[in-house]
């Protein structure tokens, strides 16, 4: 038991996200303040377009991206597109 639940939390932090993204694309992921809501499908789509959009620039993976946004959606779009690159 304690064994697979090691096992769980070796994986990287987004790679749990782009797994439920691909489960339940449907499934809202995130609501702001304004309720706003994004989907798991929508937000996993629009993260690896910021990914594409850094590694077109160069950027690889291990390469230092500073993401200077307000708290929100997009945010957290561009923090998991830069974990997807």
Known sequence: ?????FARY???LHQGFFEQ????PKNIALCDA???RVGY??????ALAVAAGLQQQGVKSGDCVAVLLPR???????????MAV
């Open 1 to 5: 038991m304690v064994e697979q639940i």
């Open 10 to 12: 070796q994986q990287v």
């Open 34 to 36: 304004h309720n706003v």
């Open 21 to 24: 993204a691909l489960k339940h």
């Open 72 to 82: 929100g959606i997009e945010q957290v779009i561009a923090v998991l597109g830069i």
């Open 41 to 46: 499908g929508e937000l996993r789509q629009r």
